[in-house]
């Protein structure tokens, strides 16, 4: 099994940012893609963005290109996810999730094995 670990949430004001980190315990070794998600309140959750296995590959959803930037470290198993110009809309619970066998990039929740609990990011106007 895997476990997931989501840290660096908090209360921004627009126009800041926030890094975000998703450590992984277990059985690290089947971890493939990872990938971020988030859901505000009353809405279902969205894909943020994805990266391979390699980290040489990373797709973003249209929303938050050009202003987040995803990264990983295999060797600490951790995922980052580096926020910039937050905006109010961007206030939501984010999700951290490994694919179990996958490599390369996915967008799908379906594709993804191991979820963390999340952590609340809140943007103020």
């Known amino acids: 099994q895997v476990q997931l670990v989501e840290s660096g949430g908090g209360l921004v004001q627009a126009g800041g940012s926030l890094t975000l980190a998703c450590a992984a315990s277990?059985?690290?070794?089947?971890?493939?893609?990872k990938g971020w998600f988030r859901q505000a309140p009353g809405k279902e959750r969205e894909f943020v963005g994805t990266i391979s296995w390699s980290g040489s590959s990373i797709l973003y959803a249209d929303s938050v290109k050009g202003r987040f930037t995803i990264s990983r470290d295999n060797v600490k198993h951790t995922m980052y996810l580096q926020m910039n110009s937050l905006k109010p809309e961007a206030t939501a619970v984010y999700f951290c999730a490994a694919a179990s066998r996958r490599l390369e990039p996915a967008t799908s929740q379906e594709e993804y094995s191991y979820w963390g609990q999340g952590t609340q990011v809140t943007v103020s106007s």
């Open positions: 277990g059985r690290t070794i089947s971890i493939g893609a």
